[in-house]
């Protein structure tokens, strides 16, 4: 069970006078939930998912981005875990850190990578997030010991046949078996594997792809960022059970954000937050999704700021 506590985070554009856009945002994402973040173009939506992230387009002037961990979310680490390595500051981290913790931001436009295949890009990334664990978890002791186990190491050669280690990696027919359950799972064609990365695919397969990294990925917290833009009734549907499954099968927390209330009738929120001006300015059930559909934002704007 992990959470995700933002406290009266702060953040502006990082550049000389840059615009104040959030201005004191407050929520709780737990595994096991998902939250519908939604709010009129402009409010500060994207920005909070990139400032999650760690963008570095922005800068935080103030506020906090906890996350804490339990024992299961740290199953996966081979070193004597203290109580501090389940709480940590998100502000402190670099993305990569904040990605290997659990965050996965999914973008609105994901990028097109031509000579690089769906699987080998998913492999690395799994590994990747796996090694800046290790790293992240490693203690000090630790540290130590492995300089002078390269000491004694710097002793004798190593035998040229031996390659470079590949500790705790993710082998090819492991990940692959791994990777045709979930694309199973998200009802997504076997031969989508060696396609090359989003080169040619069309706005709802992307946003499909963004969903099976996520499922490849097992993060504490997804940040999904209008992936229901521009998909058709078809595609919307397989995305929002892939959104639905990384909750039912892996207890991903999940942060949806939209504009329209279109995909919450497939993806069903726990919660519906609704941001105005950089702030969290109402809160509430599935119901207040549906309020809006008929009648928009300026109500919400009237009842919380008195003007429209
Ligand atoms: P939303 O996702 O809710 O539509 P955004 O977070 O994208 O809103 O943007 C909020 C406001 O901040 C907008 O007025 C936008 O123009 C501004 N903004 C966001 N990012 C930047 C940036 N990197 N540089 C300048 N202005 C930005
Ligand atoms: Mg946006």
């Known amino acids: 069970m992990a959470t995700l506590e933002i406290e009266n985070l702060q953040a502006a554009v990082a550049e000389e006078d840059g615009e104040q856009i959030l201005e004191g945002v407050n929520l709780e994402v737990k595994s096991n939930e998902i939250h519908a973040l939604m709010g009129p173009n402009g409010s ?16 935080v002037n103030g506020g906090s981005i906890a996350l804490h961990l339990d024992d299961q979310d740290v199953a996966d680490i081979d070193e004597d875990l203290e109580e501090d390595d389940l709480h940590w500051e998100l502000l402190e981290l670099e993305p990569n850190e904040r990605a290997a913790l659990g965050i996965f931001l999914g973008f609105q436009y994901p990028k097109e990578i031509e000579g690089v295949t769906v699987t080998n890009f998913l492999r690395q990334a799994l590994n990747a997030k796996a090694d ?41 027919a492991e990940f692959q078996q791994r990777l045709q359950e979930q694309m199973q799972l998200l009802d997504i064609d076997g031969e989508y594997a060696q396609r090359y ?20 990925l097992e993060p504490a917290v997804a940040v999904l960022d209008e992936i229901d833009s521009g998909l058709d009734i078809d595609r919307l549907q397989d995305v929002s059970e892939g959104i639905n499954a990384l909750r039912d099968e892996q207890g991903t927390g999940v942060l949806q954000i ?28 599935a119901e207040l999704a549906n309020r809006l559909e008929d009648d928009g934002y300026d109500w919400v704007r009237e009842e919380v700021y008195g003007t429209a």
């Open 258 to 285: 939209t504009h329209y209330q279109r995909i919450l009738e497939y993806v069903e929120p726990d919660y519906v937050h609704v941001m105005i001006d950089g702030e969290i300015a109402k809160s509430g059930g």
């Open 44 to 59: 500060g939506k994207s920005t909070l998912a990139k400032v999650i992230a760690g963008h570095p387009a922005y800068e």
């Open 197 to 216: 990365l989003n080169a040619g695919f069309s706005g709802g397969e992307k946003k499909q792809n963004e969903v099976l990294q996520a499922a490849v």
């Open 132 to 172: 800046e664990r290790e790293e992240l978890f490693e203690d000090e002791e630790d540290d130590e010991e492995q300089e002078a186990d390269a000491e004694d190491e710097a002793g004798y050669d190593s035998s040229p046949m031996e390659g470079p280690s590949d500790d705790g990696e993710i082998g090819v």
